[in-house]
């Protein structure tokens, strides 16, 4: 006979503001099976825990439902909770009686009817409950890091120096990322490239790193712990193991007008390329799009004149296998480019340039040396206005959110032309200036106090070309919506930061959300930021929304802090949710006919075909479905498939999902 | 009218941990409100869910049913959405073909971040089962009107 006990929480205020919790507790005592039901203000704290424990052991409590925040919150908590008194984890269930109930619904008869539902409905469900084991498998101690920017970076050094392995992968030919490419970095202006070169190279060098760049993710399969991922290494056509990086190669390269990406267009390279001179790998690839020899079958310049023989026309891309016990996303961002606004000219004109076009522009490695000139013709600009929030906040062009490193960069680039050319005159329109950050602020003041930038708090809604400037045409709303109009030299779009091209489909190849604008969902907004839905997959960086470096680089080590975690035992535990098939005494054996529909639906191979033998004769008696619970995730795909009911998922049984329906269904009163 | 005006709809929501259960989690974190008519039973997967279930909570009185999910390709499990598509598929047209009225089962997609989309989504399903009235079809056909039948047949 079951003797179940029901623990409501209040939640402070927010469950007990909108759902009567005396009153639900006391319609669970009145349930069938129940022994036992009260309601508490914070169940979740240590007394409430405590005050649980007890009701177990006094009243004999065979099984515990707890009302109260979502399972996705409180579930893991609960569960040790019921352990420590000494019944299985497993026999405790969740009612969510807040982000479900209270949260969403007026203080009403109905909401507190709906509580009483669900709890009546888990109750229901925890009777058939039966006790779990946790399956434990043994863990693969390396990392694989996916994506080489500074994210990437970070996260490979802590985990590589903790004493694992670390396999870093990412898509262009070198690491670094957007880091790469700034010139100087807020608020301190120290040179990006003078602190990133230094970590890049320890990455090529670290003994527990591999590198594979020029690649990226064909398939990820498997789970925590024992990940399966196959990458294409993309063909490079130059072999790494041959190159010395001399350079010889790209100076004889006759195509030698391809926009740079490295320099965002504002310089040409040729078809074979190190994309710039810190590059690590520091060797060349050849961009076949581009290469005379892969167009037109003639040329061959590179290939005559490699001393060491290393240029391979006939390179193709090659797919490695690699077992991973832990993964981290650090795939980095987008930007939205000029040609993305119409009303500032479609990118058709050439002294309209977004945020890293300047960096390129205002770093020393850059393509004018550091010197601030326009591209169109190398003139210094007078004046130069920098438009803030362009795409972001703005709802009409679908990116609602803020850009978050925006109004820090544009006063940072304000600042670097004026330090360049004092006489010059810097304008910056804004909506509002969001500088919080350690000395942040103080840097933006500067910027305004010090270094003389006007701000214009207003949106610019026309660029147009006149006699060679560009006329900004906007508004003061600090002047009571005054229009303004300058004559500007060069102008500088804060453009949205957006999530890569490829987010969706890297998302999906590793089974993790993402929200409506491709960026990655962290497992929890507040308290689990750095882990995703599917364990073992960790976030780094701005592949999860728009963060500035300091930001990127503590949650690169918090995530890499997560796989140490997970790395610190040989064997971990796994949820026992796992599919059976039923087995019984012989001469049945199982009900299961062998017809093994599961086995074909499985998406981890998880279904065996087993042969049921007389064990005297050998005889083949019966053919069976096996599933291997190392392999399955508990999906229970195949227990929906199955005809004859013979194959079960444990914690999610078809006994307890018809037993939930009714009992939501049906008051017993 | 009045009478319609007054009925409130049980309504059972099949969905999945990883998408919808989230994404019913996400409307509660946002304080979105919604109507409570809606009740969730919570599946690992939209695979799990066995189509019979759904035919036991109109048996046992729900008006409405949901089946909410990963959107395609974002499954946890891989695939599991997409079986539950095709099976959705199938066993609609059996029930279209018993005469079942399909109109009452809300067959969806709701990710772990579209909070919203899911408390406008129960309001809809609330709204046309409200306007569509109890489901009275299959206890027409409940034991004790077959057990009169088939008593009257062997007395007759």
Known sequence: MARIGVFICHCGENISATVNVTQVAEAASKLPGVTYATDYKYMCSDPGQTMIIEAIKEHKLTGIVVGSC???????????????????????????????????????????????????????????????????????????????????????????????????????????????????????????????????????????????????????????GNFDVNIKLKARSVDLSKCTGCGTCWQKCPSKKIPDEFNEGLSDRTAIYTPFPQAVPNKPVIDRANCIWFLKGKCGLCKKNCPTGAIDYEMQDEIINIKVGAIVTATGFDIKHTDFFPEYGYGQYRNVIDGLQFERLASASGPTGGEIRRPSDGKIPEKIVFIACAGSRDKAKGIEYCSKICCMYTAKHAMLYKHKKPEGKAYVFYMDIRAAGKNYDEFVRRAIEKDEVLYIRGRVSRIYEKNDKLIVKGIDTLLNAQPIEIEADMVVLATAV???????????????????????????????????????????GACQTAKDIPDTVSQASAAASKVLGLFSSDEMTREPIVAVVNRMAPPQFTTCTGCLLCMEVCPYNAIEREEIRDRRTGDLIKVAAKVNAGLCQGCGTCVAFCRNKSIDLQGFSNQQMLSEVIALLNQPF | MNFMSEFEPKIVAFVCNWCTYAGADLAGTNRTKYASNVKIIRFPCTGRIDFMLLMKAFENGADGVIVSGCHPNDCHYTSGNFHARRRWIIFRSLLDFIGFDTDRITFSWISAAEGNKWAQIVDEVTEKIKSKGPFTDLKKLNCTLLKQLYDEAITK
């Open chain 1, 498 to 540: 957006v999530a890569n091209k490829d987010a969706e489909l890297l998302a999906q190849k590793m089974h993790i959300s993402y929200d409506k604008h491709h960026f990655f969902s962290e497992a929890h907004p507040k308290l689990r930021p750095v882990e995703t839905n599917t364990a073992g997959i960790m976030l780094a």
């Open chain 1, 70 to 224: 979502s399972p996705r919150m409180h579930e893991a908590t609960f569960r040790k909770v019921a352990e420590k008194a000494g019944i299985n984890s497993y026999l405790c269930e969740i009612a969510n009686l807040r982000e479900q109930v209270s949260w969403v619904h007026p203080k009403s008869d109905a909401t507190t009817q709906k509580a009483i539902d669900i709890v009546r409905t888990l109750v229901q469900k925890v009777k058939q409950d039966s006790p779990l084991y946790p399956i434990k498998v043994p863990v693969t101690k390396t990392a694989l890091i996916i994506g080489g920017g500074i994210a990437g970076i970070q996260a490979a050094l802590d985990i590589a120096n903790a004493g694992h392995q670390v396999i870093i992968i990412e898509k262009s030919p070198s690491i670094g990322g957007h880091m790469s490419q700034l010139s100087e970095t807020f608020p301190t202006l120290d040179c990006s490239q003078c602190i990133l070169t230094p970590r890049m190279v320890e990455v090529a060098q670290h003994p527990n790193i591999t590198l594979h760049t020029f690649a990226e993710v064909e398939s990820i399969s498997g789970f925590v």
